[in-house]
């Protein structure tokens, strides 16, 4: 009787722990702050990394799709969509109760050529480009009505002086394409969430621009939810202060914060901050120094970068919806190859072989005070 009696203690202490274990994760600790993700690649998606899997439907409560989703996947030829890979990943959301993002409608970069152009290279008519956005963002959209949660409707459209880039877009409609691509949204979804995304948002004059088009939305009667701060920053810019400043500017404009695509770099880059995917320089050993590991002091201040970031998300939860870091482990990261080709870098919270690096056990202390 006795021996009954000390295995059911046993295992019922067992499997306790293990339920505390399970439960001890950052969707957990943030679960009444705000939303905390991680953007998913293919094999993740289809499951054939089962590794990374396991800890997304552990640690975190939204997902986006890192890539397939932008209009040269969904849509490589006009009228021609390929949704597979899009559906496993919404899919996937649901069935884990994850908070879906569709990432990105209009976008000048990873867009399919004929998007712009007539049968003989030329550029379309505004008329033209207009119906091929309204098909696009429609079609997409009203597919996942009701499912994907919130969606980045346009995609790093201003720069870091506050002028508008010069994309295709931007070259055939001028500032128009953005209250279009966000009217087509809503019409295709009145109750997703909609939001403007872009990297370097910290930068005074890009605020001062896209704080503008929130409120040029707002004026036309077409709703725009939040701004993505993508945050791809790295060890010295941008500073804390500057950041804030950045947040508080959103929010008084009336939508919600989304820090979307957070990494932060342990490497220098030749050029300050950027993530602009066309910025490419040849390789060069000074700008690969840590090929196998991070020294000590290295570490150390990239741990307590996270620290500084996450305190200031905590600080402003009331106005932030969501965090999500772009990628699961370092191995996966876009910055191992930019804006350097063959580089080293360590920028999220699980190391390359799948371990939960030290930093995560600090952010969940952080939440759970």
């Not at 119906?131 to 429609?138: A, D, F, G, L, V």
Request: proline share 4%; hydrophobic share 35%; with cysteine.
């Amino acid at each position: 009787m006795k021996r009954i009696i000390l295995f059911s203690l046993m295992t019922f202490v067992a499997s306790n722990f293990n339920a505390q274990k399970a439960d001890h994760s950052l969707k957990k600790a943030f679960q009444d702050k705000f939303y905390i993700g991680t953007a998913m690649n293919l094999e993740q998606i289809h499951g054939t990394d089962q590794k990374s899997v396991d800890i997304i439907k552990q640690q975190f409560s939204s997902i986006v799709a890192e890539n397939c989703m932008k209009s040269m996947y969904l849509q490589p030829q006009e009228g021609k969509f390929f949704f597979d890979d899009a559906d496993k990943f919404v899919e996937f959301g649901e069935k884990n109760k994850m908070f879906i993002i569709g990432h990105t409608l209009i976008w000048h970069s990873q867009a399919p050529d004929w998007f712009f152009v007539d049968k003989n290279g030329n550029n379309v008519s505004p008329e033209v480009l207009k119906q091929r956005m309204k098909e696009h963002i429609t079609t997409i959209v009203s597919r996942y009505k009701g499912r994907v949660k919130g969606w980045d409707v346009v995609n790093e459209a201003i720069m870091e002086d506050g002028s508008y880039r010069k994309s295709k877009f931007y070259e055939i409609l001028g500032e128009e394409f953005i209250p279009l691509a966000f009217k087509y949204a809503q019409e295709a979804d009145p109750e997703a969430e909609l939001y403007y995304n872009d990297y370097n948002e910290w930068y005074p004059e890009k605020v001062k621009t896209v704080t503008q088009i929130v409120q040029n939305l707002k004026s036309k009667g077409i709703r725009i939810d939040g701004v993505g701060m993508q945050a791809h920053v790295g060890l010295d810019s941008p500073s804390i202060n500057e950041y804030e400043e950045a947040i508080i500017a959103y929010s008084e404009s009336g939508v919600k914060v989304n820090i979307t695509e957070l990494d932060i770099s342990a490497l220098s880059s030749p050029w300050g901050t950027s993530a602009n995917i066309a910025d490419k320089v040849e390789y060069d050993e000074k700008m690969n120094p840590y090929k196998k590991s991070l020294p000590g002091d290295v570490q150390s201040k990239w741990e307590n970068r996270y620290l500084d970031f996450f305190k200031l998300f905590l600080k402003h939860k009331k106005d932030i919806r969501r965090v999500t870091l772009w990628g699961l482990t370092d191995s996966q990261s876009w910055k191992n190859d930019f804006p350097i080709k063959g580089r080293t870098d360590y920028p999220l919270l699980f190391d390359r072989q799948y371990k939960t690096k030290p930093i995560v056990e600090k952010i969940i202390k952080l939440a759970e005070k």
